[in-house]
């Protein structure tokens, strides 16, 4: 009878350390991509949100110019809006008044400050 009891003992501490091990790779396992996963949102939350708020307030920005307003495009030409298209402006330039069709991505700043702005 005892070497039964002995034989069912050792069984036992035979299944505890399968699960143990089971568990310990798992947990391992849970360690080795933490570190990764961490990594990822790092990089979203100090690069990509960041750069996506940018990018929002740029294009409302560019969608919010009106006739009159002073811009500046990417390119560097500084100009007067005197009309808007639904993908482009045309600017007014220097003392000739020179007429220059430009696309509404191509708005770097407005320098014109408006009453809506101050509202916010």
Known sequence: ??????????????????????????????????PFVALIALLYFLMIRPQRKKEKKTQQMREAVQVGDNIITVGGVIGRVVSIKEDAVIIETGADRNKIQVKKWAIQTVETVHDSDFQK
């Open 1 to 34: 009878m005892m070497y039964f009891g002995n034989l069912v003992i050792g069984a036992t501490a035979a299944g505890s350390t399968s699960s143990a091990t089971a568990t310990s790779s798992t947990s391992s396992m849970i360690m080795t991509f933490l």
